[in-house]
């Protein structure tokens, strides 16, 4: 038997039915993502090369094709390709500084979390010095009540002397 989905008040804050479902949400950082993606890719030689191997094939297509196949006089200085190439720098330019911003955020978040680290593992540290301070003082206390092995074989030599001559003063007492 299926249970009818719950509406209203029925059902906890947020876990209510709706007629309609919702569709995810693009994620708000694939625009981000997306200008470091072009930032990275622009910075490669890989880049370089296509970009010259186009403008190349370009102006030699547009200088070497029958006059008919042209879509880019010569005469003209190429226009349509400055005008590409121009568009692309007018793109380029605002996507890698978006990228550089994202870069700056995550650094200045990494910084602060060495920062964060580094009062930790001071406070850890001076923790530590005066935890080994106390245990060198407690030391030193203790050497004074501590006793060495020649210290305590010497003191069970002289309490084994005095056993043995109390014995001997029992049996001569004892003795008629």
Request: hydrophobic share 40%.
């Amino acid at each position: 038997m299926a249970r009818a989905p719950k509406s209203g008040f029925e059902a906890p804050r947020g876990r209510r039915s709706t007629v309609l479902s919702r569709t995810p949400q693009p994620s708000r950082d694939r625009f981000g993502r997306f200008t470091e993606w072009v930032a990275r890719a622009m910075g490669t030689p890989m880049f370089l090369l296509l970009l010259s191997l186009f403008c190349i094939i370009w102006v030699g297509w547009n200088t070497l094709a029958p006059r008919h196949l042209r879509f880019d006089d010569a005469t003209l200085g190429f226009t349509a390709l400055t005008l590409m190439l121009s568009l692309q720098a007018s793109y380029a330019a605002p996507l890698i500084l978006l990228a550089q911003n994202r870069q700056d955020d995550r650094d200045r978040v990494q910084i602060e979390q060495d920062r964060q680290r580094a009062e930790r593992n001071l406070a850890d540290t001076e923790y530590l010095a005066r935890e080994v301070v106390a245990l060198r003082m407690a030391m030193t206390d203790m050497q004074d009540e501590v006793v060495s092995r020649d210290v305590l074989r010497q003191e069970l030599r002289t309490l084994l002397e005095r056993l043995e001559e109390r014995d001997r003063a029992a049996e001569s007492d004892s003795a008629p």
